[in-house]
């Protein structure tokens, strides 16, 4: 199973494959905007950097605690660390879904060689 690291980033910190930082970033403009009950973009674009700079989820409650408080930065982070994993686990179910349909169709062609 990938870790959410591995979900989002590809080598040197790079968010990986065109659209994920955006589908991350608008998960966290969301998430931001339902605790504070409005957005905030200087702290959404905080938030990815933290992100791209792989903090542990403590760190970021411990960051985030002075700007929106330590109820809400413990929220916040514990979300973030679930939807982050939750993120990662669906891609590894993917690459696996993928890599089933690609080994039946093998079965399938040498069957149909073999006939």
């Keep these: 199973m ?3 690291r591995e979900y989002v980033f590809e080598g040197g910190g790079q968010l990986a494959e065109e659209g994920k930082a955006e589908v991350v970033q608008a998960s966290v403009q969301d998430k931001v905007t339902s605790l504070l009950g ?3 973009d200087m702290l959404v674009e905080y938030i990815m950097l ?3 700079n792989c ?3 403590g760190d970021v409650a411990t960051d985030l605690t002075e700007l ?3 109820a809400q930065s413990l929220e916040f982070a514990e979300w973030l660390g679930e939807y982050l994993q939750g993120a ?3 891609q590894g179910d993917g690459a696996a879904d993928d890599a089933e349909e690609a080994g039946k169709a093998e079965a399938d062609q ?4 073999g006939a």
């Design 110 to 113: 040498g069957e149909a060689e």
């Design 55 to 57: 903090k542990a989820m």
């Design 88 to 90: 990662s686990e669906l």
């Design 38 to 40: 409005e957005a905030n």
């Design 50 to 52: 933290m992100i791209s």
């Design 2 to 4: 990938a870790s959410w």
């Design 68 to 70: 929106i408080g330590e």
